[in-house]
Antibody, heavy 124, light 107 residues
Framework: QVQLQESGPGLVKPSQTLSLTCTVS??????????WSWIRQPAGKGLEWIGR???????YYNPSLKSRVTISVDTSKNQFSLKLTSVTAADTAVYYC????????????????WGQGTLVTVSS | DIQMTQSPSSLSASVGDRVTITCRASQTISSYLHWYQQKPGKAPKLLIHAASSLQGGVPSRFSGSGSGTDFTLTISSLQPEDFATYFCQQSYSPPPTFGGGTKVEIK
C-alpha cells in the first residue's frame, strides 16, 4: 500500500524559504490517475490546501498562497517537494503531503493516504 | 472559495450513542463531499468519499448522506476508538476546502 513521509527542517526563520519533501513508497509518484498535494494545519485549527501537482509537471495552487508556493516532482527519487517563500509566523503549521484521488471523470476528489505530517515553526 | 460549515463544533457522547455531524456548503457541491477522522497527533484518515461511499476498511457503523449543500456523517453506535475530530472537505470547486471540524468527546 502507498505510504507517504514528509521530511525537512522543523524551524525556519521569518522571511526565509520553507522547503519540504514527501517521499512516496509502495507506489509510484508517476502513477496515472493521481495528483499529489500539500495541506497544512496550524495548531488547533482547520486544514488548508496548499496546492497539487501531476507527474506531467502541471501544478495548481491555492490562490491565497500562489505567489509564494512552488511544488515540484523528482520521479527518479519518487518524491515531490514544497517550497514556500517569505514565510512569517502565520505559516507555522503541521504540513502534510497526501495523494490526491480524482474521479474517473477527471474531477478532483479526495485525499488518501496522508503522510504523518511534519511540524514547521517559523521563528527567529 | 466555497465555505464549509460544520456543526456542532464539539459534542459529548457515550459509547453506544448514535452521533450525527452536519456539514453545510456555501453553494451547491453536488456529491463532491468527503469525510475524514483525525486523532490527536495523527494525520486525517479518509472515512467516506463522494458523500456516501464508505472507504475500504472503515467500519460499517460510519455512514454519510446528503447532496447539494447539506451533508451528514452518522456513527450508528459510538465506539471508544471513535473519539476524534471529524472534518468534511469539498472538491466541487477549487481550491478544495475543509470544514472547521467537529470534536467528539467522551461524556
Amino acid at each position: 500500500q502507498v505510504q507517504l513521509q514528509e521530511s525537512g527542517p522543523g524551524l525556519v526563520k521569518p522571511s526565509q524559504t520553507l522547503s519540504l519533501t514527501c517521499t512516496v513508497s509502495g507506489g509510484s509518484v508517476s502513477s496515472g490517475g493521481y495528483y499529489w498535494s500539500w495541506i497544512r494545519q496550524p495548531a488547533g485549527k482547520g486544514l488548508e490546501w496548499i496546492g497539487r501537482l501531476y507527474t506531467s509537471g502541471s501544478t495548481y495552487y491555492n490562490p491565497s498562497l500562489k505567489s509564494r508556493v512552488t511544488i515540484s516532482v523528482d520521479t527518479s527519487k519518487n518524491q515531490f517537494s514544497l517550497k514556500l517563500t517569505s514565510v512569517t509566523a502565520a505559516d507555522t503549521a503541521v504540513y502534510y503531503c497526501a495523494r490526491d484521488v480524482f474521479y474517473t471523470s477527471g474531477s478532483p476528489g479526495w485525499f488518501d493516504p496522508w503522510g504523518q505530517g511534519t511540524l514547521v515553526t517559523v521563528s527567529s | 472559495d466555497i465555505q464549509m460549515t460544520q456543526s456542532p463544533s464539539s459534542l459529548s457522547a457515550s459509547v453506544g450513542d448514535r452521533v450525527t455531524i452536519t456539514c453545510r456548503a456555501s453553494q451547491t457541491i453536488s456529491s463532491y463531499l468527503h469525510w475524514y477522522q483525525q486523532k490527536p497527533g495523527k494525520a486525517p484518515k479518509l472515512l467516506i468519499h463522494a458523500a456516501s461511499s464508505l472507504q475500504g476498511g472503515v467500519p460499517s457503523r460510519f455512514s454519510g448522506s446528503g447532496s447539494g449543500t447539506d451533508f451528514t456523517l452518522t456513527i450508528s453506535s459510538l465506539q471508544p476508538e471513535d473519539f476524534a475530530t471529524y472534518f468534511c472537505q469539498q472538491s466541487y470547486s477549487p481550491p478544495p476546502t475543509f470544514g472547521g471540524g467537529t470534536k467528539v468527546e467522551i461524556k
